[in-house]
């Protein structure tokens, strides 16, 4: 079946024309998040690039008539760093075995735990996709492929082509049309109500203002006092961050949300969101999301991230009537804020049948701990 198309790899997305990457995209959904302009602010900002350990090779599938019908954004990766789907032990199982699981091929938006499409074509060529895209990881030896963060359909034709599928566990906000914060507030358990409005109330009595940003509103010197926040974070943990201060000027402004806490006037700390429409391709319906992803502080102020990384994002997604708010990857005390456990998942292959055997093994057992943990976790709603 795969026979018919023809496979060729892109070491830059540039060496792809926008319009043809954005039109299959918008097919598998049309997020923002696996936009041309996003994937491409990783690579002219030198964040993704070999340096950094990720080999940009995106797969271009077309027909004997040179017709695209398929991209997948691919790179070779020397690390398993930045992307919030953890194989380490599988690694560290391959050296001790006396060989090389690196470099592997990732496919998956860099730096991003979001859900979201992988294989960007046409619902009618999405199991070719997958065929092709296995056929093709084993053309060139390494040791394995790893697709994070897929959507129900996707991840069906995946395993169907041969894939392992994994697990995850995230916390997601989800608008019930509320019609302020306070109206969410009610609908929450009496102990959640009381610990959100003690940490709010910590804020205020710091005097910290907060302000919320969206697209054009963010200038210059909001993207520079965000960075340094954000870089703070990374040196606190003794790392350097993953994304350069170029990749916030070449994203698109429309999709970015900033709120900041300011003292005296004076910015104290600031969180990232970005914004996003997708539509399911499983049931056609569309809808508008908001993903958590950095925050960081120049002043330690008790609870501030909850107030800039959680409330404040909610009261804007009651305001502007946002669908679901993502927070990242992990985090069970977003429960105490309002959000509810999900189910994420991936799909892997690896090469070697005796590791893949392993690995499928282990994911049963990770599978059966992860319903056990999500079952044993309380909403925070009233019943």
């Known amino acids: ?37 996003f994937l491409s602010a990783f690579e002219q900002s ?19 008539q040179d017709r695209v019908l398929a991209l997948v954004p691919m790179y070779a990766k020397g690390h398993s760093y930045g992307e919030f789907v953890f194989d380490w032990a599988w690694a560290d199982a391959y050296e001790r075995a006396g060989l090389n699981y690196y470099p592997k ?56 082509a041969g894939c392992l599928a994994r697990h995850h566990t995230q916390f997601h906000w989800f608008n019930q049309g509320w019609p302020s914060f306070d109206a969410f507030l009610a609908q929450l ?21 907060c302000i919320t940003k969206s697209a054009d509103e963010i200038k210059a010197s909001d993207w520079d006092f965000f960075y340094r926040c ?79 990384a959680y409330y404040q994002p909610i009261e804007w997604a009651i305001e502007h009537q946002i669908d679901v708010f993502e927070g990242g990857a992990q985090g069970e005390h977003k429960i105490a804020r309002g959000f509810t456990p999900v189910q994420t998942c991936s799909a892997h292959w690896l090469a070697h049948s005796g590791f893949a055997q392993a690995v499928a093994d282990y994911l049963d057992r990770e599978k059966n701990a992860l319903q056990g943990y999500e079952q044993s976790l309380t909403s925070p709603f009233k019943a």
């Open 230 to 308: 954000y870089a703070n974070t990374y040196a606190e943990r003794g790392n350097p961050p993953y994304l350069k201060r170029e990749f916030f000027d070449l994203i698109d402004p429309a999709c970015c949300l900033l709120t900041m806490g300011f003292i005296d006037e004076q910015p104290v700390a600031c969180a990232l969101l970005l914004i996003d429409s997708v539509t399911d391709p499983a049931t056609g319906k569309a809808s508008k999301r908001i993903y958590g992803r950095y925050w960081g502080q120049i002043k330690h102020i008790d609870c501030l991230h909850f107030e800039l």
């Open 46 to 64: 030198n964040s993704v690039c070999p340096a950094t350990g990720w080999q940009a090779q995106h797969v271009v599938m077309q027909d004997d």
């Open 1 to 37: 079946m795969t026979e018919s198309i023809q496979i060729r790899s892109l070491d830059r997305i540039d060496d792809i024309d926008a319009s043809t990457w954005d039109e299959l995209n918008a097919f598998a959904g049309g997020s923002v998040l696996s936009s041309h302009r």
């Open 105 to 160: 091929w990732l496919c998956a938006t860099p730096f991003t735990p979001v859900t979201g499409a992988r294989l960007l074509c046409a619902p009618a060529h999405r199991s070719l996709a997958a065929q092709a895209l296995i056929k093709t990881v084993k053309a060139t030896k390494l040791s394995s492929l790893h697709v994070l963060y897929t959507n129900t359909l996707e991840q069906d034709a995946l395993i169907d």
């Open 189 to 209: 358990t009496q102990p959640k109500r009381k610990k959100i409005r003690a940490e709010r109330r910590k804020v205020a009595q710091a005097a910290v203002q």
